[in-house]
C-alpha cells in the first residue's frame, strides 16, 4: 500500500541513476578501483504525535524483520553458473566481483551484465548519500533501489551502514506484529500529504498525524503499540540506531 514515490526523491534518484550510468560507461568507478570492468555483451501542520526535534532520541528495540526492504536480485530463475565457469568475454574479475557473481549468472548470461547491475546500485548509493543521507536509506527501505543488500555486501561494503539502519525502517503501509519496534523515527522525503496513525490493542488510536510541510518530522512509537500505518511519508528511519 505504499504511496507514489515523491516527487523529492524521485528527482534525487534519478539524478543517480543518471549518475550510475554515466560511471558504468566510463569506468571511473572508486568503488571497484584497481579493478578492470569486464565488458558486458548484452544487455506543516503538527499531529498530535509528532515530537519536537529537541526529543532525545530512543533507539527502536528488537531485531529488525527479514530483510524484505529489498527488492529481490534481478537475476532469472533456473540453473545458474557454477563460479568456476564464470568468465567474462573480455578483461578478469577480482576476486569481489567474482564472490558477488556466485550464485547469481543464469545459464547463457553475461556475467558482466549481472555484475553491472550491481555496480550500477553502488553508484546510486554512492550518488545519493552524498545528496541526501536519508534519501539513500529510504531509498533501500521502500526497495526502490533493488539489490542493494548484496550489492553493498559484495561490491561497496562501505555502505553497508546504509544497510543496517534501513532494516529497522518502515516504508509506507501498515505494519503490525513483530514487525513493529518501539523507538524514535523521522521521515524521510516526505511529500506534503504525509500522514500516520498508531494503534494498540484493540484497535485503540495511541497516536496520530499530518504533514504538509514535506519536511521530515519526528514519531515515537511507544512499546504498546500493535499497529502503525504511514501513508505518503515515503519511509522512516530508525533515530539514535548504529549506522
Not at 524521485?10 to 550510468?21: F, G, I, K
Not at 532525545?56 to 534481478?74: I, K
Not at 513483530?178 to 500529504?193: C, E, F, I, N
Amino acid at each position: 500500500m505504499r504511496n507514489p514515490f515523491p516527487a523529492c526523491a524521485a528527482v534525487v534518484l534519478t539524478a543517480a541513476a543518471l549518475a550510475a550510468c554515466g560511471s558504468s560507461a566510463d569506468g571511473n568507478d572508486p568503488e571497484a578501483a584497481g579493478a578492470q570492468r569486464p565488458a558486458a555483451s548484452g544487455p506543516a501542520v503538527p499531529g498530535p504525535s509528532a515530537t519536537p526535534a529537541t526529543e532525545p532520541a530512543t533507539p527502536p528495540t528488537g531485531e529488525p524483520s527479514a530483510p524484505g526492504a529489498s527488492a529481490p536480485a534481478a537475476t532469472a530463475e533456473g540453473p545458474k553458473t557454477p563460479v568456476d565457469e564464470i568468465t567474462p568475454a573480455t578483461g578478469t574479475f577480482t576476486k569481489k566481483q567474482k564472490e558477488y557473481l556466485k550464485d547469481r549468472v543464469p545459464k547463457g548470461m553475461d556475467p558482466a551484465a549481472v555484475l553491472q547491475t550491481g555496480q550500477e546500485t553502488c553508484d546510486k548509493l554512492r550518488y545519493l548519500v552524498k545528496a541526501d543521507r536519508d534519501t539513500a536509506v529510504g531509498a533501500i527501505v521502500t526497495g526502490e533501489i533493488p539489490d542493494a543488500k548484496d550489492a553493498v555486501a559484495g561490491l561497496c561494503t562501505q555502505h553497508q551502514a546504509l544497510v543496517d539502519e534501513a532494516a529497522y525502517g518502515y516504508p509506507d503501509g501498515k505494519h503490525s506484529g513483530k514487525k513493529l519496534r518501539p523507538g524514535v523515527y523521522r521521515s524521510a522525503s516526505p511529500t506534503t500529504d504525509c500522514s500516520w496513525q498508531i494503534e494498540g490493542a484493540g484497535g485503540k488510536e495511541l497516536a496520530s498525524g499530518t504533514s504538509d510541510t514535506g519536511k521530515s518530522r519526528k514519531i515515537t512509537i511507544p512499546d504498546s503499540a500493535v499497529t502503525f500505518t504511514s501513508t505518503g511519508c515515503y519511509a522512516w528511519l530508525p533515530e539514535g540506531a548504529a549506522g
